[in-house]
């Protein structure tokens, strides 16, 4: 019965009440016992550390996790087990945390509120940062995180003092205001294997400068990049399907935007207020943009769609009096050029003049961004991987250059007559016969819109060669 009473003033000292549980219940569930000044439950073969408390007179700093306690592994942190520490809890965070390999979970609010934490090391084996785990540490400057975390939960960092987050590829989810308020926030990188950001993920965080959505990602959700002030630059991955609800709402730092093709819908408001967006580039995915999601955004001056006119609600362009929509001229369902479409005038897109292309070489930053990691690293004339375009071809025809499979094919002609082949938008081509190669081609017709998609000889034809050209338009 001495080990049982032992509990029990522990418990009383920890909670400041007395204990009236009866020994029988105690004995039969996982009790919280002490080790040290640490508080932990043993569940099996592994321990669970539930708190810490001094009975001392002066605090003790807690630096260092053990990785065991009773000669068994500590697997878990528990829910709120280090939360907002106190003078009576007799206890603080040390200004640098270490975490041991053996910690696969870190529970929600485990570390919250620790005001003097500065520097957080994660262990390799946690799998899993719960909801709140880390919220308001407004001194937290820099967090180190495991090889193997997934999961990053619901406002796993809200409000820390962060400045540089660098995520593992191993993480594939980031809950809902994850790092929103990490106000000091100005390097981020996300896990190439994300596959789910959740809404106001990085709202206000204020100073980030740079961010790289990965390809991987599906949608990014509302309010993700909400009030992101001094961001300039975003690359948007070429799987994102959906962009949200204020999803870079006053993003005033950013100046280009460039939409993949992969992405149907832009949430209302989505790029509201972005004071000195100039350029935005739109795929020719995109089917439906809601209201007012270019609101306010006095600086545009060219909003350059990539396919056929969408959808679209109120106020899309409400007080961007400077803005001159551009299409092209093979796509569908835009008004006759100069009349207005969301109440803004249109005119044609010659695309291959208007993309930014800062090294001048003739490939738009975008599409080496895209495939090369950036917007200066493409060589344009060495051979991609298909092993006869170059990049230059490559990207003129519309081609994924990393792709060994990525060519211009042509179909073969139905009965000697219709030919068909893979089109981008923005190309125009022309086809081109011959019946012997050594006396070479004849033009059959040129400047085929890409909206075509083919060509069909008037005359059959027994036996012959085609040849097809692809150009921007």
Avoid: H
Wanted: charged share 10%; net charge negative.
């Amino acid at each position: 019965m001495k080990t049982v009473w032992a509990i029990l003033v522990k418990l009383q000292l920890r909670f400041g009440r007395a204990c009236c549980l009866p020994v029988l219940f105690l004995l039969s569930a996982a009790a919280e016992v002490m080790a040290g000044s640490f508080l932990y439950t043993v569940n099996g073969d592994t321990v669970t550390i539930t708190g810490y408390y001094n009975p001392g007179p002066l605090p003790e700093e807690v630096s260092i996790i053990p990785p065991t306690l009773e000669g068994k592994p500590v697997t878990s942190i528990g829910n709120s087990a280090f939360y907002n520490p106190s003078p009576m809890s007799g206890y603080m965070i040390a200004s640098s945390l270490t975490i041991p390999d053996s910690v696969t979970n870190i529970g929600a609010q485990a570390f919250g509120k620790n005001m003097n934490l500065k520097n957080a090391i994660i262990g390799n084996g946690v799998v899993s940062i719960g909801d709140y785990a880390f919220s308001s540490c407004s001194s937290m400057t820099n967090v180190t995180m495991g090889t193997n975390v997934k999961i990053i939960g619901n406002s796993a960092f809200y409000w820390c003092g962060l400045t540089d987050a660098t995520m593992p590829d191993s993480v594939t989810s980031i809950g809902a205001s994850a790092f929103e308020q990490c106000m000091s926030l100005t390097n981020l990188t996300i896990g190439a294997n994300v596959t789910n950001v959740g809404i106001s993920a990085f709202k206000s965080c204020f100073f980030l400068k740079s961010v790289t959505v990965p390809d991987r990602v599906i949608s990014i959700g509302s309010s993700t990049f909400y009030q992101c002030g001094q961001l300039e630059n975003i690359t948007i991955g070429t799987n994102v399907t959906s962009i949200g609800d204020s999803a870079f709402y006053w993003c005033s730092g950013l100046t280009d935007v460039n939409i993949p093709g992969s992405v149907t819908s832009i949430g209302t408001s989505a790029f509201n207020q972005c004071g000195n967006l100039t350029n935005v580039i739109i795929g020719a995915g995109v089917t439906n943009i809601g209201n007012s999601v270019f609101q306010f955004c006095a600086g545009l001056t060219g909003i350059y769609f990539s396919g056929n006119a969408p959808s679209f609600g109120s106020d899309v362009f409400l007080n961007d009096t400077s803005a001159t929509v551009y299409r092209l001229a093979g796509a569908t369902g835009w008004p006759t050029v100069p009349d207005e479409w969301a109440g803004r005038p249109t005119a044609l897109w010659q695309q291959q003049q208007q993309q930014p292309d800062s090294d001048s070489d003739g490939i738009p930053d975008a599409w080496e961004q895209v495939y090369f990691g950036g917007t200066t690293n493409a060589n344009p004339d060495i051979v991609c991987s298909n092993g006869f375009n170059t990049v230059r071809e490559a990207y003129i025809a519309g081609l994924n250059p990393n792709d060994p499979q990525s060519a211009l094919r042509a179909s073969a002609p139905v009965g000697g007559k219709i030919l068909g082949w893979n089109t981008v938008s923005g190309r125009v081509y022309s086809v081109y016969w011959t019946t012997n190669l050594l006396s070479g081609f004849q033009c059959l017709e040129s400047n085929i819109p890409w909206t075509q998609g083919g060509f069909t000889n008037s005359t059959v034809v027994p036996c012959g060669y085609y040849k097809i050209n692809v150009q921007l338009e």
